[in-house]
Nanobody, 128 residues
Framework: QMRLVESGGGSVQPGGSLRLSCQAS????????LAWFRQAPGQERQVVAT????????SYSDSAKGRFTISRDSINNAMFLQMTSLKIDDTAMYYC?????????????????????WGQGTQVTVSS
């Protein structure tokens, strides 16, 4: 059974950096979307970054562009999110997610309902 486990969250000051990791228990598939989502208290869960396992094509939310970098280690079924220049607004629970099938072949627009597997989340807190 597929399991996703995030790690790397913590508390940092504004301008700091964190690297989140997501370890999958099984092969993540040749044509799936891997993604990082985040959810702040009282807000909807939002996609932060995605990577398509077939082409390694990546996408970012507007808030993540230029500051966050998504990557993966396909051999070890791991995914990462390097976050730099962190802002207070980045404070949230961060989740990794994996689709089981995809509809669009464009992870930037893949419906959230296609993400079948979710991790338990790792908390990122940015405060001065």
């Amino acid at each position: 059974q597929m399991r996703l486990v995030e790690s790397g969250g913590g508390s940092v000051q504004p301008g700091g950096s964190l690297r989140l990791s997501c370890q999958a228990s099984l092969y993540t598939g040749s044509r799936n979307c891997l993604a990082w989502f985040r959810q702040a208290p009282g807000q909807e869960r939002q996609v932060v970054a995605t990577i398509y396992t077939a082409t390694e094509e990546v996408s970012y939310s507007d808030s993540a562009k230029g500051r966050f970098t998504i990557s993966r280690d396909s051999i070890n079924n791991a995914m990462f999110l390097q976050m730099t220049s962190l802002k207070i607004d980045d404070t949230a629970m961060y989740y990794c997610a994996l689709t089981s099938t995809i509809l669009t072949h464009d992870c930037a627009t893949e419906p959230r309902t296609q993400y079948r597997y979710w991790g338990q989340g790792t908390q990122v807190t940015v405060s001065s």
